[in-house]
Nanobody, 124 residues
Framework: QVQLVESGGGLVQAGDSLRLSCAAS????????MGWFRQAPGKEREFVAC????????DYADAVKGRFTVSRDNAKNTVYLQLNSLKPEDTAVYYC?????????????????WGQGTQVTVSS
């Protein structure tokens, strides 16, 4: 079992920045690909970013590429998502997820564990 707890969400204005954190506990964290997803009201959960276990590979959704950055600190069992130049359309609940994989993973079904989510609201 892997337990994931997100933090760092909030209400910001367009153009502002936020840093989300995801603290992991339980089974070995460093061997998992970690992902960030988001879900806006009335929409399906969508891929945002992911990072492989060494941090050597990252991948981003086109909508956030160049604005968001994913990173991890395996010594702290924590993965981060830096959100810059936020837009109102970034408003959603952001979820952290862990996959039994060492490769890039973009699909919801490829992840085995999920956090409870943290709300990000961007006002115009």
């Amino acid at each position: 079992q892997v337990q994931l707890v997100e933090s760092g969400g909030g209400l910001v204005q367009a153009g502002d920045s936020l840093r989300l954190s995801c603290a992991a506990s339980g089974r070995t964290f460093s061997s998992n690909t970690m992902g960030w997803f988001r879900q806006a009201p009335g929409k399906e959960r969508e891929f945002v970013a992911c990072i492989t276990w060494t941090g050597a590979l990252t991948d981003y959704a086109d909508a956030v590429k160049g604005r968001f950055t994913v990173s991890r600190d395996n010594a702290k069992n924590t993965v981060y998502l830096q959100l810059n130049s936020l837009k109102p359309e970034d408003t959603a609940v952001y979820y952290c997820a862990a996959a039994y994989s060492m490769r890039i993973r973009r699909r919801v079904g490829e992840y085995n564990y999920w956090g409870q989510g943290t709300q990000v609201t961007v006002s115009s």
